[in-house]
């Protein structure tokens, strides 16, 4: 999943965004100065996480960390650490790294960037199953369908309060990702009829869909209670204090916002726009 959304499941599932990692620091902790090496790129990264990143910098955030670098004029080096419990903690805030992307609006622990994608949760369907004008969870025809979801996540609550988890198949939400990958599972039993949909966060399930060609529709879920928040702004994070440099990465999202979008769609991930529509 997300980069590190897994962490914050209590606010949302959103595999590659970092919430939650360690106790927020004391509030009389004095300010330190910023600590941002300007030789090179640090960012720090799950070594086994894709479509987010991995260790061979197959992974769309490697590739917009690889476009920053270059318009930095500087080398981009990596602290590899797996995306848990401890992230942060052991990353930025110990100073190993002056970057990590796929961050959630509102995170704590680090300062946001501007963000530089909004998604949300999707339904995939098999194109011919002709299912892809499902209008939500709340759909009738989804009681007699067998739904792929990820547990302890806010897609499946409102399964729940649906009556949909009866004939649900849940997928693990915290998991080692160098050993197992959940979201790319839901997607191939999609594919091999175990489940008929699959209801997944959109960039994971964007990415693996993608793979199997035109078989499969990508749905986002737009349609559904306004008390559950089911799409997310998406930034970069630094460290507290350090304003300068969120600054300048700002800058540089703002000035390479069109080459950003561009890799975002080309691992499929769908995006929407300022009023929650998607984007073409």
Sequence with gaps: ?????????????????VLLSASAPSRADPPRPEAVDRSALRVCSDPANPPFSNDKGEGFENKIAELLAAKLGVPLRYTWFPNSVGFLRMTLRARRCDLVMGIVVGAELVQNTNPYYR?????????ADNLADLSGLADPRLQTLHLGITAGTPPANLAARDGLMVQARPYPLYV????????????????NKTIDVAVLWGPIAGYFAK?????????PLLNEPKDTKL???????????????KNQINRLLRENKDEITAILKDYGVPMLDARGQPLP
């Design 1 to 17: 999943m997300t980069p590190l959304l897994r962490r914050a499941a209590a606010l949302a599932f959103l595999a590659g965004a």
């Design 119 to 127: 998604s949300g949760y999707v339904l995939v369907t098999r194109r």
């Design 176 to 191: 080692d990702s160098r050993y197992d990958a959940p979201g790319r599972q839901m997607i191939e039993d999609l594919a």
């Design 211 to 219: 793979q199997h060609g035109d078989a499969l529709v990508v749905t």
């Design 231 to 245: 799409d997310f702004y998406i930034t970069m994070g630094v460290r507290p204090g350090e304003n300068e440099w």
